[in-house]
């Protein structure tokens, strides 16, 4: 079988590896997408995907440069306003758009509407060849021509190949990158429900001993859940009835949505925090999950790895104006230099975070009872951490920005 050459092959094409194929196809680079498994088309209307994101400004930016933003809009993408985090019994924070002058947070949206939104704008570009369902068997590093074999004995190269395959990078472990990090204890109960009050464009968490349930508007009257707690805890709400569930979780939201109802199905994911040693070797670049893992209590994860990879596309650009190879280690560490920092330091921010509140010793609680009170009277505090949630704080990689328009993509 003979050898297809391509500029750049992506592993993966989920959130973040579909996005990076958009914005280097759109860049005329000619690209390669290797996914397992191809995304949803269609489903019922009355279904709801378990697993949502809570997507940005940056993030939107990313898509809206993208043309990929009308297409999620109209699938489905809700805005919120406010958000607002509180402990039992404790202080209670408040974040406004209005505050800052933005018509809203960020946007809570289904994890198969970004990808199918993805994929649409990605199937367009003529530089983009999509193979799937595939996946890679082989890999071979070199700076200036990696290889890859795929299962059906498909032989590829490139000058840099993108492992943008999630948490279990399969490329990661074959290019020998390491990962250090440790598990939560904690699994991630997720559904969706209705609530008796309506969705009052607004992020609800409450953060309790045994981890945040938090609580992310969707259209109507719905909200999806993402409960994370101890594994013991996880396992009896996935077993309970749905009425006893019901009960149980509007008790822990103390009602503040009035009565919540499960609608469909209840899924769970283990947590973990988890990152990969290096981000780079000769000819490869990870991004995404198979970089970093983080706990979902600030719902970053997806938002870090779009920074990513348009930080990414930001040196591959600047490479090829100036002729340099594409998978040489100078070029990829630009990118490390960029990212690694920013991703350890949010990491660090939810490890301490997650730490602080799964502890009831007294003095600890009235710390941060006075932390969170405190925060909520100072409005420049309160403002900053809006701006970092908004990932429009500090220096943005091009495409993050709103300004960009997709401007200089065609440049
Ligand atoms: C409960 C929960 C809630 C979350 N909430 C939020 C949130 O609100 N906001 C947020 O920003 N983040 C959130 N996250 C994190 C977010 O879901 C992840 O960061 C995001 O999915 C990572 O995207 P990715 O494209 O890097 O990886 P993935 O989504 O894992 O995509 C990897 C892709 O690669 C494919 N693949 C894997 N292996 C292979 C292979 N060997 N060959 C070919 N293809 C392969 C897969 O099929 C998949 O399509 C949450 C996570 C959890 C667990």
New binding site residues.
């Given amino acids: 079988m003979s050898e297809q050459h391509f500029d750049i092959i992506i592993?993966?094409?989920?959130?973040?590896?579909?996005a990076l194929a958009c914005a280097l196809g759109e860049n005329n680079f000619q690209v390669a997408v290797?996914?397992?498994?191809p995304?949803a088309r269609d489903w019922p209307a009355d279904s709801h995907d378990i697993?949502?994101?809570?997507?940005?400004r940056a993030?939107q930016n990313i898509f809206a440069n993208l043309d990929a933003w009308s297409a999620m809009q109209e699938l489905g993408a809700t805005p919120y306003e406010q958000m607002v985090v509180w402990e039992s019994g404790g202080a209670e924070i408040h974040f406004h758009a209005a505050d800052i002058g933005e018509p809203d947070l960020g946007h809570?949206i289904e994890?198969r509407i970004v990808?199918l939104a993805l994929w649409q704008r990605l199937e367009t570009l003529d530089a983009v060849k999509v193979f799937c369902p595939?996946?890679?068997s082989g890999l071979t590093l070199d700076e200036h021509c990696p290889q890859v074999v795929l299962n059906d004995g498909q032989r590829l190269s490139a000058a840099l190949v993108v492992a943008?395959?999630?948490?279990?990078?399969?490329?990661r472990d074959m290019a020998g990158i390491s990962t250090g990090g440790w598990g939560y204890d904690q699994t991630?109960v997720?559904c969706t429900v209705h609530a008796e009050k309506g969705n009052q464009a607004s992020c609800w968490q409450r953060f309790m001993n045994t981890g945040p349930l938090?609580l992310?508007p969707m259209e109507d009257e719905l909200f999806s859940i993402?409960w994370?707690t101890t594994p013991e805890q996880a396992g009896e709400l996935l077993d309970m009835d749905a009425q006893d569930f019901d009960a149980t979780l509007t008790r822990a939201s103390e009602q503040r949505l009035g009565q919540l109802s499960l609608l469909g199905e209840r899924g769970a994911?283990p947590?973990r925090l988890q990152h990969a040693r290096q981000y780079i070797k000769p000819g490869l670049a990870l991004?995404?999950?198979?970089a970093h893992?983080?706990h979902?209590l600030a719902?970053?994860?997806?938002?870090?790895?779009l920074l990513d990879m348009a930080e990414l596309v930001d040196q591959l650009l600047r490479a090829r104006e100036r002729r340099y190879p594409l998978g040489s280690l100078p070029v990829l560490r630009r990118y490390e230099r960029a990212r690694k920092g920013e991703n350890i330091a949010m990491q660090g921010a939810m490890d301490i975070f997650k730490k602080t509140f799964s502890n009831d010793l007294p003095p600890l609680k009235v710390i941060r009872n006075l932390g969170l009170g405190l925060a909520n009277r100072l409005t420049p505090v309160r403002n900053l951490l809006i701006r970092n949630a908004l990932g429009t704080a500090g220096e943005t990689p091009m495409l993050a920005r709103s300004n960009a328009s997709g401007q200089h993509l065609k440049d």
Avoid at 34 to 37: F, K, S, T
Avoid at 164 to 171: H, T
Avoid at 299 to 305: A, S
């Fill in positions: 592993a993966g094409g989920g959130m973040v590896g579909a290797i996914e397992r498994r995304p697993r949502v994101s809570a997507i940005s993030s809570i994890n990808q595939a996946s890679i943008a395959d999630g948490a279990r990078s399969a490329l991630a997720v938090a992310l993402v994370s994911f947590l991004v995404g999950d198979a893992v983080i979902p719902g970053q994860g997806v938002n870090l790895g």
